[in-house]
């Protein structure tokens, strides 16, 4: 299930948190597996999301709480669902888990969690108590840990073309999608951005501008991934968005909905990538929105290769009356 259709009772979110190992022990890959006292087991870091947050800034904050590192998401890796017992009655829970890069940091024991270890993944999967977890770790070792991702996100909401008598490529935001620019601001966080590029339009500019404030740098204009020099050769702007990705980094691409659709899915075609579908049996592009991209990095024989994509709808929520 994509993570932007569960609507359960409770929502969590987590990460299989990784870091390298010593030289001295090969370098190999360690991921975090958290002993919990209440419960008696051995699990993955997670934990419910607070009213409004969302499930990546809830599973960077959760990793902190939890284990006392700060880190950075790649991948999403998968929803595990269960039924949990709630005021006496039982309520299903679904738990979104990420990739999660340790940056920084240094456990202490808390009332969570009274011991945390490090492990090569085919040892923690032996420790953990639960098959669910077993299932996300199996899946985070499906590929690398060390991936390239880029964060594509459709501009925010900027009011109706046809009430808009002024040049097009200067229609601003509304308030809405002021509010909108803003959620998308805090959710990029979690994923470690460290560039900023958009389509030249005045939209797709103020959709990342506060990102782009953050890191003390400018909005970068990619003629390429905007609708008219994207369509008149599609090859050429996929191609432009494949050497952004071999630059490296975690960059931030504000696009539009006339591009976004046919990106993903010349790339996910090309690549052998299955994608998660919109109810409309389309890819999902909707104003505000994000698709994760990950990408194996290029090498002598080939550039970067799509190996995992998926959507995240706004994360400013609708009006209840206009929720479906």
């Known amino acids: 299930m994509s993570p932007a259709e569960a609507t359960p009772a409770v929502r969590a979110a987590g990460a299989v948190l990784w870091r390298t190992g010593k030289k001295e022990a090969g370098g190999t890959v360690e991921v975090a597996v ?18 409004g947050e969302t ?12 284990t006392g590192f700060d880190a950075v998401l790649g991948r999403y890796l998968r929803q595990v669902g269960y039924e949990v017992e709630q005021r006496g009655s039982r309520v299903y829970k679904v738990v979104d888990f990420f990739s999660a890069r340790a940056v920084s940091g240094e456990f202490e024991a808390n009332d969570e969690v009274d011991d945390l270890r490090w492990l090569p993944v085919r040892e923690a999967e032996s420790l953990l108590t639960y098959p669910a977890d077993v299932a996300v770790l199996r899946e985070f070792r499906a590929l690398p840990a060390q991936l390239t991702t880029v964060l594509l996100v459709r501009h925010a909401k900027a009011g109706k073309r046809e009430e808009w008598t002024g040049d097009d490529d200067l229609r601003p935001l509304s308030d809405a999608g002021l509010r909108q620019a803003e959620a998308v601001r805090t ?3 979690a994923f470690g951005p460290d ?11 103020q959709t990342v501008q506060g990102v782009a404030e953050d890191l003390s740098t400018e909005v970068r204009h990619e ?12 090859v050429l702007g996929v191609a432009r968005l494949l050497a952004i990705v071999s630059d490296g980094g975690t960059p931030l691409i504000s696009s539009q909905g006339g591009v976004i659709p046919d990106v993903v899915t010349m790339l996910a075609e090309r690549d052998g990538v299955a994608l998660p579908w919109g109810k409309s049996g389309t890819v999902s592009a909707k104003k505000g929105s994000l698709w994760l991209l990950s990408f194996r990095p290029a090498t002598e024989e080939e550039g970067p290769r799509l190996v995992a994509a998926s959507y995240f709808p706004s994360p400013l929520p609708a009006p209840a009356a206009a929720r479906s």
């Open 223 to 234: 003629a390429l991934l905007a609708e008219e020099g994207y369509w008149r050769d599609p």
């Open 187 to 189: 959710m990029v966080r």
């Open 34 to 51: 958290a002993h919990r006292p209440r419960y008696g087991d051995w699990s993955l870091p997670k934990g419910k999301l607070d009213p």
């Open 55 to 66: 499930p990546p800034v809830a599973a960077v904050r959760e990793l902190r709480e939890e």
């Open 195 to 205: 560039r900023v590029l958009a389509a030249p339009r005045l939209r797709c500019v």
